[in-house]
């Protein structure tokens, strides 16, 4: 199936499709660098109001996920590459949508990665973060090969979030999610 067929098929609840999502994230990654052909603006707008509608419906569903860091990833961009007041508002009023939304949620998890992640230094890598998020078909022990600590050859390997605790639950978490809507842009 190529990618204009897999783009055709909509799933039954309206979420976009895996291979979607990475056509997605290919974007907000060449806009976060600087280098995207399209219309940014109107891209992170889009991602914006995507997040407001996802907030609104109540429950966080895995798509509140990757709104919120597709937010993170590219609104920087609408703030201080290119600024615009009226998409930096926007931005700014859909993360605080999901810090009002998600702010008081409580959760098993000692840590998140929004307590420690310096977003400066670390947006390079939540590309992968957003591309595990949008394959939710890849099985446990996938999951658990990123995450396991010991697969990591040094310390600040196995300590960091994007390699040695990477895990979709974590990183979906209303709690984070609501902590780096608290911290952008950071």
């Known amino acids: ?23 997605l994230i290919g974007e907000w990654d060449e806009i976060r660098h600087g280098y995207y ?7 992170v707008l889009k991602c914006a109001k995507s997040l407001e509608a996802s907030v609104a419906a ?7 996920a990757m709104w919120t860091l ?12 290119r600024p615009d007041a009226a998409a930096e508002a926007r931005v700014m009023e859909a ?39 949008a394959h939710p078909e ?12 010991e697969n990591w050859p040094d310390e600040e390997g196995a300590q960091s979030w994007f390699e040695g605790r990477m895990t979709r639950e974590i990183w979906s978490c209303p709690a984070n999610l609501a902590g780096f809507a608290r911290a952008f842009p950071g």
Do not use: K
């Open 70 to 81: 597709g937010l993170v990833l590219t609104g920087p961009y609408v703030i201080y590459a």
């Open 138 to 149: 890849r099985d446990a022990d996938h999951e658990a090969t990123l995450a396991d600590e």
């Open 37 to 43: 052909l399209g219309d940014a603006p109107s891209t």
């Open 58 to 64: 109540g429950t966080p569903t895995p798509d509140t």
């Open 95 to 133: 993360m605080g949508a999901v810090e009002r939304a998600l702010g008081q949620a409580s959760c098993a998890h000692e840590e998140h990665p929004c307590d420690d992640a310096p977003l400066d230094e670390e947006l390079d890598n939540f590309r992968y973060v957003l591309e595990m998020l």
């Open 1 to 23: 199936m190529t990618n204009a067929e897999t783009a055709q098929e909509r799933r039954d609840d309206g979420r976009l499709t895996p291979a979607e999502w990475d056509d």
